[in-house]
Nanobody
Framework: QVQLVESGGGLVQPGGSVMLSCVAS????????MSWYRQVPGRQRELVAG???????KYADSVKGRFTVSRDNAKNTMYLQMNSLKPEDTAVYYC????????????????WGQGTQVTVSS
C-alpha cells in the first residue's frame, strides 16, 4: 500500500516560516514528479510548487521568492520551505506524487496525501 504522509503544518505568525515534509512509503519502484497543492474552503485546490525527479522546479506566482520546494530522492521525501508567510497562505496543504508500482498492474499512478493545515495568523 503506497502512502504519502505530510507533516510540519501548524499555526505561524505573519512573516514567519514553516517547513512541510512529504514522505512516500510502501512498495513501489520509483517516484516521479512531486508537487504541493493547497486548498481553502469553497475554493479549488491550487498548485503551489512542483519538482521533478531531476530537481527542476515550478512555482505559483503567488509564492515565488518566498517558498522553496526540494526533495531527497534517497528518502522519497519532498519538502516545502515556506518563508515570509502571509494570512492568505492559510490553507490545507496536500502532497501529490506520481509513483510507479506493481499493483494493481505495473504502472505510474497518482497519489495524494491526507493534507496538513497551515494557519498564518497573529
Amino acid at each position: 500500500q503506497v502512502q504519502l504522509v505530510e507533516s510540519g503544518g501548524g499555526l505561524v505568525q505573519p512573516g514567519g516560516s514553516v517547513m512541510l515534509s512529504c514522505v512516500a512509503s510502501g512498495k513501489f519502484y520509483s517516484v516521479a514528479g512531486m508537487s504541493w497543492y493547497r486548498q481553502v474552503p469553497g475554493r479549488q485546490r491550487e498548485l503551489v510548487a512542483g519538482i521533478n525527479w531531476g530537481g527542476i522546479t515550478k512555482y505559483a506566482d503567488s509564492v515565488k521568492g518566498r517558498f522553496t520546494v526540494s526533495r531527497d530522492n534517497a528518502k522519497n521525501t519532498m519538502y516545502l520551505q515556506m518563508n515570509s508567510l502571509k494570512p492568505e497562505d492559510t490553507a490545507v496543504y496536500y502532497c501529490n506524487a506520481f509513483i510507479t508500482t506493481s499493483q494493481p498492474m505495473p504502472w505510474e499512478y497518482e497519489y495524494w496525501g491526507q493534507g496538513t493545515q497551515v494557519t498564518v495568523s497573529s
